[in-house]
């Protein structure tokens, strides 16, 4: 149960920190005047994931030239850096999406729930 418990509460995290990404990300793509679809780039390079321009392409739903023009913008926004060349090319967090990411992480705590309760498994 405690594994089920801890399971349960670490997908419950993930989802309030994305969506507290989400809406920080969302922001900064108003104030800037970005194409919303940017935030799909956006959220995966700020927890700290490669974006590809056919990845990018493949979740915007977009040509691979739309793609590439929004992908130059980021970085010309300063929000993503590039590295590579042509077809090895991939884009990173810069210091500012490193900034929202670590204003908003807060570490997961999951306590014992049956602690409280003095239970423990038999022979642990």
Not at 49 to 65: G, M
């Amino acid at each position: 149960m405690t594994a089920h418990y801890r399971q349960a509460m670490t997908l419950i995290h993930r989802s309030e920190q994305m969506q507290a990404t989400w809406d920080a990300l969302e922001v900064e793509v108003e104030r800037r005047g970005l194409p919303d679809r940017t935030l799909m780039a956006l959220a995966d390079a700020t927890i700290g994931l490669r974006v590809r321009n056919a990845t990018y392409r493949s979740a915007a739903d977009i040509p691979s030239a739309m793609a590439g023009a929004d992908l130059s913008l980021l970085v010309r926004e300063g929000l993503l850096i590039a590295n590579g060349e042509k077809r090895g090319r991939w884009y990173e967090r810069s210091p500012v999406l490193v900034d929202i990411h670590r204003r908003l992480y807060r570490p997961l705590r999951v306590a014992d729930p049956f602690d409280n309760l003095g239970l423990r498994l038999p022979g642990v």
